[in-house]
C-alpha cells in the first residue's frame, strides 16, 4: 500500500533563505508523487508533480523537488522563502492504477521578516 | 484554465436538516471527481469518487445514506449531507479530474460545514 509521511508538522524560515519540506513515501512499484499547496481560505493548488519522467522537477512559484529512489524521497526545496509562500503544504501520492491520491499530513510553512 | 469551483464557500445548518453542496468545473469536463474531508489541522480524507453517470464508489467507513453524491453532468457534482448531526461539521473539499490532463486533480476552494 503507499503512503507518505512528511517529516516535519512545522516549519519556520526567514524570508531570503532557503526553503525545505521534507517527505518519504512508501509504494511497492514507481509511484506518481506530487506537491500541493493550501493557502487559507483557498484551494489546493498544485505545485509540481512527479510521474516518472525527469527526477528533478520544477514546478511554480519556484519550487522544485527531487525524486530519489534509493532514499525514497519526494523533498520541496526553493532557494528563496517569500512572505506569500506561508502556508500548508501537502506531498501526496497517487494510488497506483487509481486515481485515488492519499495525502501526508501536511507541513505548514511559516515565513518571518 | 483547470478552475474548480464549490458553492457554499459556508453553510451553517441546524441539527437534522440536509445540505447540498455543489462542484463545479468551469473550464473542462471533469470525467471523474472526488469528494474529501478536512479536520481541523488535519489531512484530507478521501470520501468517495465519482465518474460521470454512474454510482460513486465510497471508501471505507463513509456512510452511503448520510452523504449522497450526484455527478449527473460532466461539470456538476453535488454532496448532500443528509440528517446532519454537529460531527459532520467539517471542511469539505472536492476535485475533478479529465481530459487535458487525465493524471491531476484540480481542487476546489472548499465548503465549511457547520452544524449546530
Redesign the interface.
Known amino acids: 500500500a503507499q503512503s507518505v509521511t512528511q517529516l516535519d508538522s512545522h516549519v519556520s524560515v526567514s524570508e531570503g533563505t532557503p526553503v525545505l519540506l521534507r517527505c518519504n513515501y512508501s509504494s511497492s512499484y514507481s509511484p506518481?508523487l506530487?506537491w500541493?499547496v493550501q493557502h487559507p481560505?483557498?484551494?489546493?493548488?498544485?505545485l509540481l508533480?512527479y510521474?516518472s519522467a525527469a527526477t528533478l522537477v520544477k514546478g511554480i512559484n519556484g519550487f522544485e523537488a527531487e525524486f530519489k529512489k534509493s532514499e525514497t524521497s519526494f523533498h520541496l526545496t526553493k532557494p528563496s522563502a517569500h512572505m506569500s509562500d506561508a502556508a500548508e503544504y501537502?506531498c501526496v501520492v497517487?494510488s497506483g492504477g487509481y486515481?485515488?491520491?492519499i495525502?501526508?499530513?501536511?507541513t505548514r510553512l511559516a515565513v518571518h521578516p | 484554465g483547470a478552475v474548480v469551483s464549490q458553492h457554499p464557500s459556508r453553510v451553517i445548518c441546524k441539527s437534522g436538516t440536509s445540505v447540498k453542496i455543489e462542484c463545479r468545473s468551469l473550464d473542462f469536463q471533469a470525467t471523474t471527481m472526488f469528494w474529501y474531508r478536512q479536520f481541523p489541522k488535519q489531512s484530507l480524507m478521501l470520501m468517495a469518487t465519482s465518474n460521470e453517470g454512474s454510482k460513486a464508489t465510497y471508501e471505507q467507513g463513509v456512510e452511503k445514506d448520510k452523504f449522497l453524491i450526484n455527478h449527473a453532468s460532466l461539470t456538476l457534482s453535488t454532496l448532500t449531507v443528509t440528517s446532519a448531526h454537529p460531527e459532520d461539521s467539517s471542511f469539505y473539499i472536492c476535485s475533478a479530474m479529465g481530459a487535458p490532463s487525465t493524471d491531476t486533480q484540480y481542487f476546489g476552494p472548499g465548503t465549511r460545514l457547520t452544524v449546530l
Open positions: 506518481s506530487f500541493y481560505n483557498k484551494g489546493l493548488q498544485l508533480k510521474t501537502f497517487r486515481n485515488k491520491l495525502f501526508g499530513a501536511g
